[in-house]
């Protein structure tokens, strides 16, 4: 995945940037954690008045024309950043892990997903994808992962562990929560399966979460970020879909917003992993998309 894809803005719509100033504190490295803790139970308790959304879905939301119900027929990377967004949710629920470093310090892309719990997490994409890593001996690293569930591999072998139709199945989900509803659209040769927006509201708010995370939220310090909200900024570039959470901003919030992720872009990941408190396995699949 090229890093300077998100230097050029395709759209200058004129609209409103993100929110007033926000106090920032500071604490020691030791209270980080209950930090990060803490601003992710802010958010769910924000997100339990409406339905919570996978990182999947959320990706896959930003990814969607609201009207028309599908995404770009020219977007080839909303793929494999869904299935990167699979592995960071197993990382996040404690599922999987990253194996440890060792004396060599092994770089993120050379180190290989481990098995934490095999506990069903209630996900139907998620407990696949956790089963094929449980039945996998020796283990994979992130970057075959996001192949073999993607099927894009030459390896005959691996095909069966291929994530089917994943796409169509978060949509149907995102039916289930009530965020979008079911059409069916005739292009002339076919008629395809398609999903417009139901809830405005949910999608609003998603865009302006993304949007507060890099222009009034802005922290300056991924350790210091959500994870989620770290995560969702990475994979939605990964999936070429960010721009659209970033078009609606006037010009200047736009150039900021874009030269903040920028930063996190470039940042040196495998140094950002060794950091007390983090997810390795997060950083990994980061890596795996900004190599």
């Not at 500071?26 to 803490?38: I, L």
């Not at 629920?93 to 470093?101: D, F, N, P, S």
């Not at 969702?232 to 970033?246: G, K, P, R, T, W």
């Not at 920028?262 to 699949?285: C, F, H, I, Q």
């Amino acid at each position: 995945m090229n890093r300077e894809g998100v230097v050029q803005r395709r759209t200058a719509r004129v609209g409103t940037g993100g929110g007033g100033p926000v106090e920032i504190s500071s604490g020691p490295a030791d209270v980080e954690d209950r930090r990060t803790s803490n601003e992710t139970d802010d958010m769910d308790d924000l997100d339990s008045k409406e339905t919570r959304l996978t990182l999947m879905e959320e990706v896959l939301l930003l990814g969607l024309k609201d009207k028309e119900g599908y995404t770009s027929f020219w977007n080839d990377c909303i793929s494999s950043g869904l299935r990167g967004c699979i592995l960071i949710e197993l990382g996040l629920r404690g599922r999987v892990e990253l194996e440890k470093g060792g004396m060599r310090k092994r770089s993120l892309l050379g180190r290989k997903i481990l098995l934490k719990n095999d506990s069903p997490t209630g996900d139907v994409l998620l407990d696949e994808a956790l089963k094929h890593v449980k039945e996998t001996d020796p283990p994979e690293t992130v970057q075959n992962w996001i192949e073999y569930l993607s099927g894009e591999t030459w390896n005959p072998l691996k095909l069966r562990y291929q994530l089917k139709n994943v796409r169509e199945r978060l949509a149907k989900n995102l039916v289930e929560k009530g965020v979008l509803t079911t059409e069916k659209q005739n292009f002339l040769l076919f008629d395809m399966t398609t999903h417009p927006l139901t809830d405005n509201i949910m999608k609003t708010r998603l865009v302006k979460k993304v949007q507060e995370a890099v222009l009034s939220k802005w922290v300056n310090d991924a350790h210091r970020m959500d994870k989620r909200m770290l995560s969702l900024i990475f994979l939605a570039h990964a999936s070429d879909v960010l721009e659209n959470a970033f078009a609606p901003l006037n010009d200047d919030d736009y150039e900021l917003a874009m030269k903040r992720v920028r930063e996190l872009l470039y940042l040196d990941l495998d140094n950002e992993s060794a950091k007390p408190g983090t997810n390795e396995l997060m950083w990994a699949v980061f890596a795996s998309f900004t190599k």
